[in-house]
């Protein structure tokens, strides 16, 4: 069943708050686990917005739960489990929580976003119309805005504490976490992107781009972090309304971002609220995203399976 109220942000008294990002509670379990709670806050252009987007913090929590097992295969992750029976009994104390946790394996995260492009949008089309290139990476000219690539490209981006990421070419990628650790990131996140959109397309959804980021664990394992292919870290845009040339029909908050550039807003706090009809359509793209890819519908408020 689906729940009535949204979380904008978690008090769990039992265990410490370790850092509060613009989606993410993040708490210390013990010195090996981590929880990590998707709140429904919503940001865009760095600000955090002040109007929830019911139900994003399930659909994040499931579609990435949904993704780690499904790179199984491909790469190692944090995730030990987002069963809520099976969470510490400080987490059960709040059945708000039920759905939007996940306890994971604690890391020593890099400081890199890992961003694979394989359509010509976003920064990444920017970059090529004031360029001619999108990270070092020169792409052919005379494309047309959200026009496919020839290849994925690997685009990473500095990881800010605050403010916005800012992009970075290889040799700067190299110098933050070194040669070979660059070299297993960016093999990872072009592997993980074109397995997840050969599959995202047979589901009938396009992965315009992705970030992903990667931890080492206490033995030097190389881990899949944080969220996974969601909304909120993608563009999902309508397969069968692809068409190059113009902005696309998308499942993720890109229709937030389009709604605020008709405002008179400078983008510096404080966001503006979102009138309830965006914030209602935001939520219904949420969960048709997690539809679409998953063939289910997302289960709020019930036990994880």
Known sequence: ??????????????????????????????????????????????????????????????????????????????????????????????????????????????PVECVVRGYLEGSGWKDYKATGSICGHKIPTKMVQCEKLLTPIFTPSSKAVAGHDDNINQVEFMKIVGHDTATELKRLSKEIYNFASEYALTRGIIIADTKFEFGEDKDGNILLVDEVLTPDSSRFWDASLYEAGHPQPSFDKQFVREY?????????????????????ATTERYLKAFKLLTGEELEIGSPAT
């Open 1 to 110: 069943m689906l729940g009535t109220s949204a979380v904008s942000e978690t008090d769990i008294s039992d265990l410490q708050l370790i850092h509060r990002g613009k989606v993410r509670d993040v708490y210390e379990v013990d010195e090996d686990r981590l929880l990590l709670v998707a709140t429904d806050r919503l940001s865009a252009f760095d600000c955090i917005l002040p109007t929830p987007i019911e139900h994003k913090g399930s659909v994040l929590t499931a579609l990435s739960e949904f993704w780690f097992r499904k790179l199984e295969g491909i790469v190692d992750h944090h995730m030990i489990t987002t069963d809520f029976e099976k969470m510490p009994e400080a987490v059960r104390k709040h059945p708000e929580l039920r759905g939007r946790s996940m306890l994971v394996k604690r890391t020593k995260v890099f």
């Open 260 to 280: 605020l550039e008709t405002l008179d807003w400078d983008k510096t706090p404080p966001a503006p609220p979102l009138p309830d009809e965006i914030a209602s």
